[in-house]
């Protein structure tokens, strides 16, 4: 009887673990690298964990390991991930990372590139319920790209941008040995870079010389080599 028994329970167990799926069985590993002052980014890896993925970051950047794993500049964005094989490149959907592990194509990876708003990490509350349209890139090895998922939503109309192209924000850390400055800011028409928190280089340390974090400021950005860079900033009117 115990034997019988014994060889229920097992066939139980079996069956039990035979219905849940390979994804339930073993949670996937997703190193992410990031620049540890993006909220954004930090929001995306809340998003992957939500979805049951299990996420180890490192906060070194993620322009060298962009280069490094093969990703062409122009797919980037905030953050650069590693999973399964696969590169991973802004804030793809962890539902497509769930499907690009299940039908393993051959390819580098998966791209959203730049942040567009509504997208997992770059739809909170600050947005404003903002949905802009965008793509999931499946990336070849060779740079070429196919459409893996697009999601099109009704968008709000975008503010229209100033007339003298000064980005409005707030100082929220400043790290002036390294010559970097955290703002929470509102859309940058010039980078096509929606509202966020954003880490930003200075090439000057003076430009931050009287700056305190709370202070609202009018900045001028661009974008050099991969990394964003504040060129002019001063305080808000």
Request: charged share 20%.
């Amino acid at each position: 009887m115990m034997n019988r028994r014994a060889w229920l329970w097992g066939a139980a167990g079996a069956a039990t673990l035979a219905a849940t799926p390979a994804w339930a069985q073993a949670a996937p590993l997703v190193e992410v690298w990031k620049d540890p002052n993006c909220g954004c980014c930090n929001d995306w890896i809340r998003h992957l964990e939500s979805h049951g993925f299990r996420v180890q970051a490192f906060d070194t950047g993620n322009t060298g390991m962009r280069q490094r794993l093969g990703m062409p500049l122009a797919l980037g964005s905030c953050h650069t991930a590693r999973v399964g094989g696969y590169v991973i490149e802004g804030h793809v959907p962890a539902t497509d990372i769930q499907r690009l592990l299940r039908e393993r194509p051959v390819a580098l990876g998966l791209s959203v590139p730049r942040m567009p708003v509504g997208s997992p990490g770059m739809d909170g509350p600050e947005y404003g319920g903002r949905r802009d349209p965008y793509d999931v890139l499946l990336v070849q090895r060779d740079g070429s790209t196919r459409v893996w998922a697009s999601y099109h939503r009704t968008q709000a109309p975008a503010a229209a941008p100033s007339a003298d192209r000064w980005a409005e924000g707030e100082v929220r850390r400043i790290d002036a040995a390294a010559r970097k400055i955290t703002l929470r800011h509102g859309d940058i028409p010039d980078l096509d870079m929606p509202p966020m928190t954003m880490v930003f280089q200075v090439r000057d340390a003076a430009l931050l010389q009287g700056l305190q974090p709370g202070a609202r400021v009018r900045f001028r950005a661009e974008k050099a080599g991969g990394t964003y860079f504040v060129t002019e900033i001063k305080p808000a009117p």
